[in-house]
């Protein structure tokens, strides 16, 4: 966990190992289960961000075994957050301002 306050979790990953989610998943669980949090927030990358990267030139740091909502919505449906509510968010292009290729409605800006 990145950050506590308030009793709710924070977490950011972007680009590590996807297994760090079941190591996040699970912290969050324990902390819920000992009375030390009552939520979390997980914050990734969606699907829609490689085409970013590819545009950049970059999509080669950002493989498929890294962390992005895909591999995140997966151990959630899995239960591996235990009773821990977890309100995950995907970041999507059209949260970059100065993205050219980005619908900037912010309705649709996260996932």
């Known amino acids: 966990m990145d950050y506590v306050k308030n009793k709710v979790a924070f977490d950011l990953e972007w680009n590590s190992e ?5 190591r996040d998943l699970y912290a969050f669980d324990a902390f819920y289960q000992a009375g030390a949090i009552d939520a979390a927030v997980l914050l990734t990358r969606s699907k829609d961000m490689n085409d970013v990267f590819r545009a950049l030139g970059i999509m080669s740091k950002y493989g498929a075994s890294t962390t992005w909502m895909g591999k995140l919505l997966y151990r959630l449906n899995a239960g591996r957050n235990g009773g821990c509510p977890v309100l995950a968010i995907g970041i999507k ?11 900037h409605s912010a309705a649709s800006a996260l996932e």
């Open 18 to 22: 996807d297994q760090t989610f079941d």
């Open 93 to 103: 292009p059209k949260c970059i301002e100065d993205w050219p290729l980005a619908d």
